[in-house]
């Protein structure tokens, strides 16, 4: 039977794998991890189930919840019996120094561990800042990796040792570099886009375009691609750019967000910044200017974009092809 673990169930993304796992028939078990069950709002999760209790008991007896850390992870929550995929999405993602990310290495040795012939995919959310700071239109999987900041030079660490605990146990993976996921409890990139426009910043020429994700359909990729390991004999690895096919501007950032919340759009603050600029703060960060700023700087004023032809190949166009300003505004819609 197919059997789906997943890892951080309450997270942006890992709580819309789960939603769609309870929805996918294709999908006979779920296993998940949580140092406190009681936390996840599964009656909450059973959408258009309301009036049918029947089917909402099936969906909720389709999942089993372990108690447990990835620091000291329970046996159990490893299936013996049936074939399974591996998502990971519970990695620690704020850090003030390298130290504080040093458990995302050692949590992915702990779950490799476990893993054995059942085990037909592993999956990581990884991001495309392992690429570096500077500007990225369309960049493929396969550039040089030149992370800058403390995260990205750890998520460079966990996919390099996937790839070495994969290879030695021959099981399959697969890596996703995302550059925004957007969606319904997004509580970093959102609210920064609100914040901005209601001070009336803008950054740049408003030329600038980012590869945009929404967490439901991260999700539903994820699950697409997991079905494929599950039900068909593939056995390949495969690192993918994320993100819908058209980029999505600065300018269509501010325009959305001014219309969806009614915003007076007229900025107040234009900040010409481009690539000489960066350049120049990237020298001067070393004598009075915070590095952190620069960075954030930076993410905003280039373009941060990867080519999803990998992707595309794989799964069509039918997720990917939606548009990102409409994604935004739709997102923004229900807030």
């Known amino acids: 039977m197919n059997e789906v673990i997943l890892l951080g169930p309450t997270g942006l993304v890992g709580r819309n794998v789960l939603i769609q796992s309870l929805q996918s028939p294709w999908i006979k078990h779920i296993t998940t991890l949580s140092r406190n069950p009681e936390n996840i709002p599964l009656k909450e999760y059973m959408k258009g189930e309301k009036n049918n209790e029947m089917a909402e008991t099936a969906k909720i007896r389709k999942i089993r919840i372990v108690k447990g850390c990835l620091e000291n992870l329970p046996a159990e929550l490893f299936s013996k019996n049936n074939d399974h995929v591996v998502i990971h999405f519970a990695s620690k993602q704020i850090a003030t120094n390298s130290q504080d990310l040093s458990s995302n290495i050692k949590n992915i040795e702990n779950i490799f561990r476990f893993l054995d012939e059942r085990t037909k995919l592993f999956v990581f959310g990884s991001s495309m800042s392992v690429y570096g700071q500077g500007e990225q239109i369309s960049i493929k999987e396969d550039a040089p990796l030149k992370p800058q900041t403390i995260l990205a030079k750890n998520r460079v660490e966990c996919e390099n040792l996937i790839h070495q605990l994969a290879t030695q146990k021959k099981i399959p993976y697969v890596i996703f570099r995302p550059r925004f996921i957007i969606g319904k409890g997004d509580f970093y990139t959102i609210p920064k886009w609100i914040k901005m426009v209601k001070n009336k ?135």
């Open 201 to 335: 910043v803008y950054i740049g020429s408003g030329k600038q375009s980012f590869g945009v994700i929404s967490a439901e359909d991260y999700a539903a990729i994820v699950l697409a691609i997991a079905k494929t390991y599950l039900c068909t004999n593939e056995n390949r690895s495969f690192i993918y750019n994320i993100a819908y096919e058209k980029a999505l501007s600065y300018s269509d950032i501010w325009t959305t967000i001014s219309s969806s919340l009614n915003i007076k759009s007229n900025p107040i603050i234009k900040l010409p910044i481009n690539k000489v600029i960066i350049n120049l703060l990237n020298v001067l960060h070393f004598f009075s200017i915070e590095s952190s700023t620069v960075t954030k700087m930076e993410l905003m004023a280039l373009s941060h974009s990867g080519s999803i032809e990998a992707l595309k190949k794989n799964i069509g166009s039918e997720i990917i092809g939606q548009s990102a300003k409409q994604k935004l505004s739709e997102i923004l819609s229900a807030l």
